[in-house]
Every structure is written in C-alpha cells, then in structure tokens.
C-alpha cells in the first residue's frame, strides 16, 4: 500500500506542476479572459488518459503500479477532469448510457451549486 501511495504523491507531484506551468504559458500568450489555458490543460489531460487506458487494454504493455503513477498521480495531479472522462467514456463503452447521463448532469449542475453555496457560505460568515 504504501509503495502505491508514494507513486500516486509523485506522480501528482509532477502533474500538478505541469498543469501549473503549462496552463500559465497558454493564458499569458492569449490576451483573453476565457480561460483557454485551463482548456487546453483538461484537453491535454484527456488525451494522456486515452492513451493509458489503452495501453493498459492492449494488456501487458502497462503494468498496474504505472497506470496508478500515469492516470492517478500525474493525470489526476495535472486535471481531475481527465479522470471524470475517462470515467464517463469507460460507461459509455459498458453501454451505460443513462449512468452516463446521469453522472455527467449532477457532476457540472451540482458541481456549480456546490461552488456557488461554499462562495455564498464564506461571504455570509
């Protein structure tokens, strides 16, 4: 167990850093307020995560502590997104559509209005 936590702290480690670096390098080259560093970042994300899913699908070309060290330390350190649509793809693929549906609705509706009540809860304290 702990050999699999040190993985995933290194490998959030090196994504968190990336997607700090990376998401500074796009927004400050593009005078805009639209968010196009973060979007690139999640882009960038899912596609990593795509290409270890099928690494790891193809069979042994990934061994289990290096998908935990790419998909859930550096991946999910560079953008939790990735691992929310890489999540949903893995329903989709199961022919799980209304789980699909469902998951993607209450993840970015209630995700907004978690956002919004923890910002109203602070201004009124």
Do not use: H
């Not at 929310?84 to 549906?101: A, H």
């Not at 970015?108 to 809860?121: C, D, E, K, N, T």
């Amino acid at each position: 167990m702990w050999k699999t936590l040190f993985y995933v702290a290194i490998g959030s480690i090196i994504g968190g850093v990336s997607r700090f670096l990376l998401q500074q390098f796009i927004q400050r080259r593009i005078d805009s307020v639209f968010p196009y560093g973060t979007l690139v970042v999640n882009l960038v994300g899912c596609f990593v995560i795509g290409i270890i899913m099928g690494l790891a699908d193809k069979g042994n070309l990934m061994s289990p502590q290096a998908r935990i060290f790419w998909a859930t330390g550096i991946c999910g350190g560079f953008t939790t997104f990735s691992s929310f649509i890489g999540e949903n793809y893995n329903m989709l693929r199961g022919g799980e559509l209304l789980s699909t549906f469902i998951y993607l609705s209450v993840s970015v509706v209630v995700g907004l209005m978690a956002a919004g009540f923890g910002i109203l809860l602070v201004k009124n304290l």
